[in-house]
């Protein structure tokens, strides 16, 4: 019998971060530093809204694009917390920002395009690059320089077969951040090289010490960007899968087409709690996501802190809930540490290797579990790099 599967499928790669979430799913006694979820529940009148719509018999399609209603509040929130004017019409929702990646990469990416993507960065950006018929290219960006991606990174590596770059800041796994200056720096760059970007910005409300600053609102950037966000981190949402992305006309018309046949629509209990959540985003004070973060920063200085205590270099985050060590002074790849902690301690760590080649010294640790785990966590990574020494 011939084979069956496609050979970009074939050659794809497991996710490096499910493989460690698996692991330690069976192992009694783990604690997961692995995976990027928060422990907050989602708030409870936000689950009361998706109670309500199903007792009311709301469990029909939706239109493609989403409920109108929401795609306003969407509309609403982006420009009230982020300066940045969307035309409802052209919003899309879709089933968490995964999709809306994948939607964009398929609507814009042709056979041998290359694709920018600054590294360390999201384990799904180049399988989805090279799926959809791109050549991921990866821009290097060093501790040294806060792990921001400068221009003359990108100037080494634009091609005349370059035609997009895939930006995600804050950053999953190094929890940097771009300020308006240095996105300003940047975006020359694109303007001058004629480039697409595709922006995630999905931690968002998730920066410690100041506000985020969007790509999409500098001038001359918003027609060139894709702007991709969601509800997953900042409200507590992860499971609801519910995301939504923004783009020029056409590109919108490209997506929303490969959604129409491929999705159709997302699930219409959790756009109503989308709408009750956005309600908290457009208020003054923003406070359950304000709660969270305070959260966040608690146990991000904590992680900092015994980081330095237990001699492991790190890089202090600004955004997202990820630290990002360098355990090379332990004489450890990130994949050793990370298979030598699981195996003879329980505790889990994503190696850095799994976000690109440029993170290979390093591990990620997601701080969204509770000051309990975290302190356990670090003694028994202690007790991990006491025995080894």
Known sequence: MRDFVNKKAKLLQPSGIRKFFDIVSSTP???????????????????????????????????????????????????????????????????????????ALRACVEEGDEVLIPDPAYVSYSPLVEISGGKAVHVECLEEDSFVLKPEQLEKVITKNTKAIILTYPNNPTGAIMTQEELKAIADVFIRHDLLVITDEIYAELTYGGKH????????????????????????????????????????????????????????????????????????????????????????KFVLHSLQEIGLDCFEPKGAFYA??????????????????????????????????????????????????????????????????
Request: glycine letters at 8%; aromatic letters at 10%; a neutral charge.
């Open 29 to 103: 006694g783990a604690i997961s530093l692995g995976v990027g979820e928060p422990d907050f529940v989602t708030p409870w009148r936000v689950r009361s809204a998706a109670i309500t719509s199903l007792q009311r018999g709301y469990t029909q399609y939706t239109g493609n694009r989403g409920i109108p209603a929401l795609l306003q509040l969407i509309s609403r929130y982006l420009e009230t917390r982020f300066h940045l004017q969307y035309d409802p019409k052209h919003i899309l929702v879709t089933v968490g920002g995964s999709e809306a990646i994948d939607l």
């Open 213 to 300: 600053s969007s790509i999409a609102a500098l001038p001359g950037m918003k027609e060139r960007t894709v702007y991709i966000s969601g509800f997953s981190k900042a409200f507590a949402m992860t499971g609801w899968r519910l995301g939504y992305v923004c783009a020029p006309k056409e590109i919108d018309e490209a997506m929303f087409k490969i959604h129409q046949y491929g999705i159709m629509c997302a699930p219409i209990m959790s756009q109503h709690a989308a709408m009750e959540a956005l309600k908290d985003g457009l208020s003054d004070d923003f406070a359950t996501v304000e709660e969270m973060r305070d959260s966040y920063d608690k146990r991000r």
């Open 324 to 389: 990002f060590p360098s355990v090379k002074n332990t004489g450890f790849s990130g994949e050793e540490f990370a298979n030598g902690l699981l195996a003879s301690k329980k505790v889990a760590v994503v190696p850095g290797s799994a976000f690109g080649e440029f993170g290979a010294n390093n591990v990620r640790i997601s701080y969204a579990t509770s000051m309990n785990a975290l302190s356990e966590a670090f003694e028994r990574m202690s007790a991990f790099l006491s025995e080894r020494k």
